[in-house]
């Protein structure tokens, strides 16, 4: 985001981690309060995705200057109990192979690194 | 009910994992800022995805760690949304899923807006950077490389999503 910015390209993010995203501060960001993976609406539900894009290409062209976020008016269809579960002792974020991918990622970005490879 | 604090809630979810280290995200005070220069109706608008989307058929042994540290990778935007996926595995399998690439990756959606008139156009090309855990890579090596080849397909805009 900053180097397109910075190179003259207009951006926008299409988010759904608040928090992370205006922390970091980029220059538009519209937010849907959905879970992490679906930032752009709900699976199969065309409609609802067309507004959210369709609403990040408007602030395009509408924001002033950096830090504009667009919060979008939404709840999630099917209710709002994954917000307490995410990433709670209860609910594993990562589980079975897909733990041990992420390790195993880890290791290897380590390496990586270690030979000057990133 | 408010937003969840996704910072607060995985540094204190990794520590009870062991990790003594907390995830330092990034934070920047300076935010540059392009104003769009050309009415929305005529602008060209590229899609780039800070995660991992794929297309069925050519991505197959592929190793898994490659969208940890894999490079910037383009797809041209009239694939058929059918072949695209996603082996990205980081997001809230509980509550949803990652069936529907427009979800995430919002292609077919940009392609209507075109049709529509809203935007001017959507680039011969889509981008894909990944986080390669490291701020800097992705400022150095990977964010000049997008914009190189958005400039090569006369991209006005673009619209970042993130699995």
């Known amino acids: ?12 993010v299409i988010g759904n981690a608040r928090d992370i995203v205006e922390t ?7 937010f849907l309060d ?10 199969f539900n065309a409609s609802e995705q067309r507004w959210v894009v369709r609403s990040a290409v408007e602030l395009l062209a509408s924001a002033r200057g950096p830090r504009t976020t667009l919060a979008l008016p939404y709840r999630w269809a099917k209710g709002e109990a994954w917000k ?5 002792k209860e609910q594993p974020f ?3 192979e897909a733990e041990q991918r992420w390790l195993e990622s880890k290791e290897k970005y380590k390496e990586l690194k270690a030979k000057g490879a990133l | ?7 607060d809630k995985t540094r204190a979810y990794y520590a009870g994992l062991g990790y003594a280290k907390p995830y330092q995200w990034a934070e ?4 540059p800022f392009a104003p769009l220069t050309k009415p929305l109706r005529q602008a060209r608008i590229a899609l780039v995805s800070t995660s991992d989307v794929a297309v069925r058929g050519e991505a197959e042994g592929e190793e898994p760690h490659g969208f940890m540290v894999g490079k910037v990778y383009s797809i041209p935007a009239d694939t058929a949304v059918e072949r695209l996926f996603t082996r990205q595995e980081h997001y809230d399998t509980h509550a949803t899923h990652l069936d529907d690439v427009n979800s995430y990756f919002p292609i077919s959606r940009l392609h209507e807006l075109a ?16 986080t390669n855990y490291s701020h800097r890579r992705t400022l150095a090596a990977d964010g000049p490389e997008v914009v190189k080849r958005c400039r090569e397909d006369g991209v006005d805009a673009v619209v970042l999503t993130p699995v």
Not at chain 1, 84 to 88: A, G, L, V
Not at chain 2, 28 to 31: D, L, M, Q, R, Y
Request: overall charge negative; charged content about 15%; proline content about 6%.
């Open chain 1, 1 to 12: 985001m900053r180097v397109l910015e910075a190179a003259g390209l207009p951006t926008v």
């Open chain 1, 24 to 30: 970091c501060g980029v220059a538009r960001f519209v």
């Open chain 1, 34 to 43: 959905s879970p992490l993976g679906n930032p752009c609406g709900e699976p």
């Open chain 1, 84 to 88: 307490e579960k995410i990433f709670s």
């Open chain 1, 94 to 96: 990562l589980e079975g």
């Open chain 2, 1 to 7: 009910m408010s937003h969840v604090r996704y910072i």
């Open chain 2, 28 to 31: 920047f005070a300076e935010v």
């Open chain 2, 115 to 130: 049709a529509d008139g809203v935007i001017g156009g959507v680039a011969a090309r889509a981008h894909g950077v990944y």
